[in-house]
């Protein structure tokens, strides 16, 4: 099974970029539709974005359609988000999943096997 890791979070001030990576342990990424969830204290964890496994469809939550960018590099293993313009509102911890699915999914409950998140915080 694969077991997801991420880094890269931070802290940025509002406006700033940060890109995320979600790399993976004992077994390659490539053949898992991975997404981007994200979740602050007391609340559900929320879709954020995802890729399937070839790379060649995306999609986006309304919220972070146009300031972030979901891609993979299967060579290196690696799943990216790059986020830009971002917002005080964007300051969560973000964790990474993955699954074999034939198409993407938004849902946290689609997905199987998860990261253990990295935390972003955008300073005002």
């Known amino acids: 099974q694969v077991q997801p890791v991420e880094s890269g979070g931070g802290l940025v001030q509002a406006g700033g970029s940060l890109r995320l990576s979600c790399a993976a342990s004992?077994?390659?990424?490539?053949?898992?539709?991975v997404a981007w969830f994200r979740q602050t204290p007391g609340k559900e964890r929320e879709f954020v974005a995802a890729?399937?496994?070839?790379?060649?469809?995306?999609y986006y939550a309304d919220s972070v359609k146009g300031r972030f960018t979901v891609s993979r590099d299967n060579v290196q293993n690696t799943v990216f988000l790059q986020m830009n313009s971002l917002k005080s509102v964007d300051t969560a911890v973000y964790h990474c999943?993955?699954?074999?699915?034939?198409?993407?999914?938004?849902?946290?409950?689609?997905?199987?096997?998860w990261g253990q998140g990295t935390q972003v915080t955008v300073s005002p």
């Open positions: 999943a993955a699954k074999v699915l034939l198409r993407i999914a938004t849902s946290a409950g689609d997905y199987e096997y």
């Open positions: 004992r077994r390659a990424l490539s053949g898992y539709t």
């Open positions: 890729v399937n496994w070839r790379g060649d469809e995306t």
